[in-house]
């Protein structure tokens, strides 16, 4: 199943039309739509990540989850350079608009606390860290709040190590919730620049323009994952992925979690015909895998990824 939550009616309608759905009428209080197959539901969650989390734990108690499901959060964000030189952000900043980000770290605007997606697939995005908060922000305090992580390190650079500000309402309530029903390589978040911080209300025909350009492009790539996604249900991984895969968790000292995480990452790399047992045997052979404890293992692992996916 894959599971498409998005805040407003207004950035849905795009997708709707896309994608063929019909609206699902015993949904309760929630606006879920859902194709012909029955096969994948968009839930308009409302703004907000407890609404966000509501909403994702209701759908997948209602329609179920297992190792093939995937789970997309879909949405808009208010985006600016991390960068405390006003000449810079304001160079910087209308080039974001309309960009599209896939997050892969998410932070809790209250807590604090730091989230981290796996993405152990190949994407057309550009990958940045989200913030969620609980109060739309506004232009002023979009750049207070880099100039309060300039303060940290004296410097023109944020103390953050987010790139670009990006700010939204409902990652991290998706996230919170969904990773009670599916591992966290089983869920996306992403993001397109609206704005660089709300300072007037802005229309349903104004979000449908960021959505609709995109619309087409994005569904495609939603349509890889999906079949990406069924074969985590039936893909079990062979005699010559089981030897690589249990040498890499000797080598870097893995743990179960870390595990489970090389072995989506095999399994990916061959329905996709990446070549990794040359890359890993040689690296063996180089002794840049022969690492001393887990630590060093998780950042052997984390570099690996970075090869096989994105060169």
């Known amino acids: 199943m894959l599971y498409i939550f998005m805040a407003l009616y207004a950035e849905a309608v795009p997708f709707i039309a896309q994608m063929k759905l019909k609206r699902v009428n015993d949904s309760g209080k929630f606006v879920l739509y859902q194709d012909e197959a029955g096969e994948a539901i968009l839930a308009v969650t409302g703004p907000g ?24 959060n879909i949405g808009s964000a208010a985006g600016a350079p991390n960068c405390s030189d006003e000449h810079v952000q304001s160079a910087e900043r209308s080039e974001l608009i309309g960009q599209w980000f896939i997050g892969n770290q998410l932070v809790d605007g209250d807590t604090k606390r730091t989230y981290y997606p796996d993405i152990l697939y190949r994407h057309p995005f550009a990958e940045e860290g989200i913030e ?11 750049k207070q709040m880099i100039r309060m992580d300039a303060s940290v390190n004296g410097g023109q650079k944020s103390g953050s190590s987010l790139k670009i500000r990006l700010c939204d309402m409902e990652a991290v309530g998706v996230y919170q919730a969904a990773v009670r029903f599916v591992g966290q390589h089983q869920m996306a978040f992403l993001k397109v620049v609206s704005d660089a911080g709300v300072d007037k209300r802005m229309t349903a025909e104004d979000l449908q323009h960021f959505f609709a350009d995109s619309a087409e492009k994005i569904c495609t790539w939603i349509e890889d994952v999906r079949t990406l996604s069924r074969s985590w249900k039936v893909e079990k991984v062979g005699a010559k992925e089981q030897e690589i895969l249990q040498l890499l968790c000797d080598q870097t000292h893995a743990s179960v979690t870390m595990r489970l995480q090389m072995e989506q990452l095999l399994r990916y790399c061959t329905l996709a015909n990446i070549p990794y047992e040359e890359m890993i045997r040689g690296d063996l052979a180089e002794q840049t895998l022969c690492c001393r404890d887990r630590k060093e293992g998780k950042a052997y692992f984390e570099q690996l990824k970075e090869r096989l996916l994105y060169q």
């Not at 609404?51 to 997948?60: D, F, L, W």
């Not at 969620?132 to 979009?142: L, N, Y």
Request: aromatic residues 8%; hydrophobic residues 45%.
């Open 49 to 72: 990540k407890v609404e966000a989390a509501v909403a994702v734990s209701y759908v997948c108690a209602k329609y179920g989850t297992d190792e093939s499901t995937f789970i997309l």
């Open 132 to 142: 969620t908060v609980s109060i739309v922000r506004r232009p002023d305090e979009m």
